[in-house]
């Protein structure tokens, strides 16, 4: 028996039951975190997802971020709903993952052995200097280490262009010697060098959009939205971070450049 293939909006039903299991996580254990990128545009723009995507992205102060990693360990091994991270050795990615250990998500360029279910990704948000050449500099670096981390798991032969696949041929086996925890924990200190309370900013440096990332500290003063019939923390300065990453960002974008992310989701054949 074939594991059944989900549905967009089913697929957005468990991503929604993850965000609220991760809301039910930090009002336990009083953790800050906000919605951000695409899934706060989808709250102030939609009240819920945008319709042609499926992903929910937030962002949690690096002092609640770390606390959030050290529950990883606390919790059940079986759970549907789980914590995983580069530290556990359960995950490739640089930050945080809420999965549904129910299901498949395969995706596109991914090699299959390094699937995981369905997630929410939880990015640390960091102190940023008021200083636009070095913020400039350190997500130039951030860049090139993030590059070697996806090359590394790429799927061999496969690219959005031909001379994308066959680079991968050489560029893979080369970035498979590298060790995944240091190319994490590399990112991470070089993301947290500006600790929140003793910088004059703070933004998303570890996997965000770039220099316009940089938020007054008023982004840390949290409002609700609603997001699918549920309230959930946005920024205060909710407004000028949507402006700074979308720019109009009420008015739709052309059909065209309405992309939904490239992969496929399976619900695991119940085997009882």
Known sequence: MKNKKLSSEEIKQIELNLLLKLDEICKKYK???YLCGGTLLGAVRHKGFIP??????????????EKLLRLEKKQKQDAVEKIVSWKSGNSIYPFIKLINT???????????????GIWIDIFPLDGMPDDEKIIAKKFKKIKFYKTILLTAYSEMGKGATWYAALAKRVLIPICKHLNTEKLCNKLNAISKEYPIDKSPYVGGFLWGYGPQEKMPKEFLEPVEVEFEGHMFPAPKCWDFYLTQLYGDYMQLPPENKRISHDFNVYMKENKE
Do not use: A, C, G, H
């Open 102 to 116: 129910n299901t498949v998500l395969k995706e596109k360029y991914l090699s299959e052995e390094f699937t995981t």
């Open 31 to 33: 953790l800050r975190y």
């Open 52 to 65: 042609w995507d499926d992903d929910i992205d937030v962002l949690m102060p690096r002092e609640d971020f």
